[in-house]
């Protein structure tokens, strides 16, 4: 028993040590760049990893490593050959790629080697993730050249020239996707307006054969209306800018010259229609008028588009009705009605030509079921997002990346410290933020946002902002995620997302839902004498039936988190790496670095916390009798004077003597003690002793076990360079690990589960008996 003063003297002694260590390691400023990996600042705290990073930026290195996870700081300058064919050949080549400096490039070789040295080849997954304007669209790209140029360039096959093609078409679907997909925002020049997953294809020989895209949720109300001093979509401007490169890679995916032509007179139709105005007439009893200068960008869009003029006019400025199966009704749109048909009218040609172009894309590069038998994917979906005014849009992006969130926490940060748990370890939690409540929130069933959200869309009742947000407050209430300015006179809801607070307006979120298409519309479009618009129509059902004759309603959100729900199933059954793109500040100014806007980044997508994790230890499973996880970057004194003591009684517990079988299964031999120290299970658990120079040598037999023990040696706690791995696999199955450790090492030891294992066999006996002799067979 202690009292609480003691216990708060000791935590404030803990605090004191803590601080003055951070002061000790950021006394030597000159050092602080040459941390490639996060892993080995001592203490790990986000102002140790902040300094480290600034410190990096500043010497314009700008990826660094974070345990599983790679930092890439965007430098908003070109940098000349960081990305050229011999940096990539550079990766490509090394015996050990994770010893040369960090580079995004390490990431994909990892991926890719992966993918080789399987004996059944398991998929893999690169997820680049982080805020608006941190650099995702250009880290997947250099992914993307990447694996080009190595899946293909080392091809001895028969047809180089047919690799050379796959490689470039893959590469032109880049320039066509950012053209049509992504935008000039306030936060970033070259934002993705939707989220691509990009399957490349390999083959038996890991060659590039081919790839696949699925999209996500192209946010085509960019094509009406775009915020303050936001641009359309770039094809809208590449008359003047970058048109030549997208029109080239257009003809090497085998668009040609007339599709071309029918694209564009239907983009050129667009523009003609957004100049259109609207105004109320005298009558109100009759349609809305067109302003003067309407009228002729009205007849030019009619023109471009080869749909009749008046048709066009009319299914914007008036509303067809039926009752059953009496005759249509005709009623005059209101004014703010005709400029909604307008908008909608340009959102879901848009829409169409964008899932045609990328269903082109896949015929063109995907290869045939047959000739490839794995992929790597590459993911980049649009960044979290928090603007002065968000809606539905900026709900199912965030929600997005609420997921993605989740997936890395699983994967990694909840899955390696559940792991240390049920494997018997004594282990402080690093805190994590979980954000499940957060997702609940959103996707719960029946009292989620979304299912409440639908809920109201399928109410065949005008929306009513004021009435969904009380609905929300009586449902959601209780959940802690959500919260509501009761002072704010707009309708809106607050959610906590795990990088910030975002305040989603509910007015217009309804209908955005719904995302109603005129009947009209559609049959107009239907009529089109432009074979490409006709085409994305004509098998189009204008009204949305089902088998009953009822409208269907597939909202928004509905198709979304489908989508969603099958990418994630995607990356689940892949190996997945990560790589959180930075935006060292919001202006994207070269080489500016803002602490508190990349702290902010760093806690919110869990990077100091990854570091804890992957400095504290890496578990070695065991199925015998002991398990050894070797923990580098020590705690606190007083954690680490307690663990010694008990490595020490350890140490004197263990037998002189060894058995045989024991001894052919593996040791570790340490300088400073002649007899081995004797590790029971497999893989083996590695213990370093504090001495100067330590020499530790394994001896497995049989490919597995040596496959096995390799995992181990090149595990991330060797990456570092401290270490230096040396085998001798083709002879005697030999590997050694040379170190000079810093700083203090603690060995952690752990009984068996198995209660009736014998941890000390009778060594006067003949050999092992009773379980210890099954546990040995076994393995």
């Known amino acids: 028993w202690s009292s609480p003063l003691s216990g708060l003297a000791h935590r404030k002694s803990l605090n004191d040590s803590l601080e003055g260590e951070v002061k000790a390691f950021l006394l030597d400023e000159g050092q602080l760049h040459t941390y490639d990996d996060l892993t080995k600042v001592n203490p790990v705290t986000p102002t140790t990893v902040l300094k480290c990073l600034q410190a990096r930026y500043r010497a314009k290195v700008f990826y660094t490593h974070a345990g599983c996870t790679l930092v890439a700081l965007n430098p908003f300058q070109p940098v000349p050959d960081l990305y050229s064919l011999d940096v990539m050949k550079e990766y490509h080549c090394a015996p050990q790629p994770q010893e040369s400096k960090p580079h995004i490039f390490i990431v994909a070789e990892e991926a890719y080697r992966n993918v080789q040295g399987q004996v059944e080849p398991v998929n893999q997954s690169l997820v680049v993730s982080g805020e608006s304007g941190a650099g995702k669209t250009w880290t997947s790209r250099c992914l993307m050249k990447y694996y080009a140029t190595v899946a293909a360039s080392s091809s001895l096959m028969k047809s180089q020239d047919t690799v050379e093609r796959i490689e470039k078409r893959v590469l032109d679907s880049n320039p066509i996707m950012e053209a049509f997909g992504n935008a000039c925002t306030l936060r970033n020049s070259n934002s993705s307006r939707f989220g691509k997953y990009i399957q490349l294809q390999l083959n038996r020989s890991q060659l590039l054969v081919g790839a696949s895209v699925q999209t996500y949720l192209l946010e085509k109300t960019r094509v009406a209306g775009q915020p303050v001093n936001e641009r359309n979509f770039h094809i809208f401007y590449q008359a003047k800018d970058c048109f030549d490169e997208t029109v080239e890679a257009m003809v090497h995916l085998g668009i040609n010259a007339e599709k071309q032509g029918h694209i564009f007179r239907i983009l050129a139709g667009l523009l003609q229609l957004g100049n259109v105005i609207f105004c109320s007439a005298m009558d109100e009893s009759q349609p809305c008028d067109l302003e003067e200068k309407s009228k002729d960008f009205m007849h030019r869009c009619a023109s471009l588009l080869c749909v009749p003029v008046e048709e066009l006019q009319t299914c914007l400025r008036v509303r067809t009705l039926r009752a059953g199966k009496q005759s249509a009704l005709f009623k005059p749109c209101s004014l703010a009605d005709c400029s909604v048909r307008r908008d909608c009218l340009a959102k879901v040609i848009y829409a169409q030509l964008f899932e045609w172009l990328v269903t082109f894309i896949n015929d063109s590069i995907c290869a045939d079921n047959s000739t490839w038998c794995n992929f790597i994917g590459l993911l980049d979906v649009y960044g979290f997002e928090c603007f002065q005014f968000n809606n539905l849009e900026q709900l199912c992006i965030n929600y997005a990346n609420e997921k993605l969130q989740q997936h890395f926490v699983a994967h990694y940060l909840k899955a390696q410290q559940e792991e240390y748990v049920s494997e018997g370890l004594e282990w402080s939690f690093v805190k994590y933020q979980d954000n499940q409540g957060c997702l609940d929130l959103i996707e719960g069933i029946p009292t989620g946002v979304f299912s409440l959200l639908n809920e109201e869309c399928l109410l065949n009742r005008a929306s009513d902002a004021k009435q969904f947000r009380v609905r929300l407050e009586k449902e959601l209430s209780d959940n802690g995620s959500m919260s509501w300015d009761k002072f704010s006179k707009q309708p809106?809801?607050?959610?906590?997302?795990?990088?910030?607070?975002?305040?989603?307006?509910?007015?217009?979120?309804?209908?955005?839902?719904?995302?109603?298409?005129?009947?009209?519309?559609?049959?107009?479009?239907?009529k089109s004498e432009n074979p490409l618009l006709h085409q994305l129509?004509?098998?189009?059902?204008?009204?949305?039936?089902?088998?009953?004759?009822?409208?269907?309603?597939?909202?928004?959100?509905?198709?979304?988190?489908?989508?969603?729900?099958?990418?994630?199933?995607?990356?689940?059954?892949?190996?997945?790496?990560?790589?959180?793109?930075?935006?060292?500040?919001?202006?994207?100014?070269?080489?500016?670095?803002?602490?508190?806007?990349?702290?902010?980044?760093?806690?919110?997508?869990?990077?100091?916390?990854?570091?804890?994790?992957?400095?504290?230890?890496?578990?070695?499973?065991?199925?015998?009798?002991?398990?050894f996880v070797l923990v580098l970057q020590a705690l606190m004194d007083s954690l680490a004077e307690a663990e010694l003591d008990d490595a020490e009684d350890l140490q004197e517990a263990m037998p002189t003597e060894l058995d045989p079988i024991l001894r052919a299964r593996g040791s570790v031999q340490l300088s400073s003690i002649q007899e081995p120290v004797m590790v029971r299970g497999w893989p083996m658990g590695l213990a370093l002793a504090s001495a100067p120079t330590i020499t530790v040598s394994m001896t497995a037999t049989g490919f597995q076990k040596m496959m096995s023990v390799m995992a181990c040696l090149n595990g991330h706690c060797f990456r570092s360079g401290d270490y230096k791995v040396e085998t001798n696999q083709f002879k005697q199955g030999v590997a050694s690990i040379r170190a000079q450790p810093r700083g203090s090492i603690k060995l952690h030891y752990q009984r068996s589960p198995l209660l009736y294992a014998d941890l000390h066999p009778d060594h006067k006996r003949d050999g092992v008996t009773g379980l210890n002799q099954i546990l040995l067979e076994s393995t």
């Open 492 to 526: 809106h809801f607050t959610v906590a997302h795990y990088a910030g607070k975002v305040s989603y307006q509910i007015e217009g979120m309804m209908e955005k839902n719904k995302d109603p298409v005129p009947p009209e519309l559609i049959h107009l479009l239907q």
């Open 537 to 627: 129509f004509a098998d189009r059902d204008p009204v949305g039936q089902g088998t009953r004759g009822l409208r269907q309603v597939v909202t928004v959100v509905s198709k979304f988190k489908n989508s969603l729900e099958n990418l994630m199933k995607i990356l689940h059954s892949t190996t997945p790496h990560y790589t959180r793109c930075i935006k060292p500040n919001t202006d994207c100014r070269p080489l500016t670095f803002k602490k508190e806007e990349v702290i902010m980044q760093l806690e919110a997508c869990g990077i100091v916390e990854t570091i804890h994790i992957s400095a504290a230890g890496f578990p070695i499973r065991s199925c015998d009798c002991t398990d």
